[in-house]
């Protein structure tokens, strides 16, 4: 009984196939940042393409434009187009470092990345003490770039 031999071009497309991911992610674990903050960013560039984020990140960080922020305690933006926000810097910092880390993930993995939008997710992570007992704020946060899905609806009317 001998086994039948697969020609090494097809094994090689199967392989290139295998590589060829639907989604890429880039993780930020224990960052040092409010979880509200975080948040309020991730609703702000949740299902945008990539680089409108980013373009939307970098005006926070010009003070052109304030993350919306629904918390009683935030005072108002006047002539900003909202109720109340903020400016949160360092946040904003690190959600664009993680969002060039998750464009060039995207670029390695070869993606077309006009057909792709943006998944943003924060939540808490595990708080340490600091010397004088107090806490720090820690944030896990998760990009990922998903398929734009299309509505069935569209189609068929």
């Given at each position: 009984m001998e086994k039948e031999q697969k020609p090494e071009k097809e094994e090689k497309k199967t392989k290139e196939e295998k590589l060829k991911k639907e989604y890429v992610t880039a993780n930020?674990?224990?960052?040092a940042m409010s979880t509200k903050e975080?948040?309020?960013i991730c609703r702000m560039i949740r299902g945008k393409d990539i680089d409108t984020s980013l373009k939307l990140l970098e005006e926070v960080l010009q003070f052109k434009r304030a993350v919306k922020m629904n918390r009683r305690e935030v005072p108002h933006r006047h002539g900003k187009g909202m109720m109340a926000g903020r400016y949160?810097?360092?946040?904003v910092k690190e959600f664009i470092r993680l969002a060039k880390q998750?464009?060039?993930?995207a670029l390695h993995q070869?993606?077309?990345?006009?057909?792709?939008?943006?998944?943003c997710k924060a939540d808490k992570a595990?708080?340490?003490?600091?010397?004088d007992g107090r806490r720090f704020k820690r944030t896990h946060?998760?990009?990922?770039?998903?398929?734009l899905k299309e509505n069935k609806n569209k189609e068929k009317g």
């Open positions: 930020g674990r224990n960052l975080a948040v309020d949160p810097i360092a946040a998750l464009k060039s993930n070869e993606l077309e990345i006009e057909k792709y939008v943006l998944f595990s708080r340490p003490y600091r010397r946060v998760l990009l990922k770039l998903e398929k």
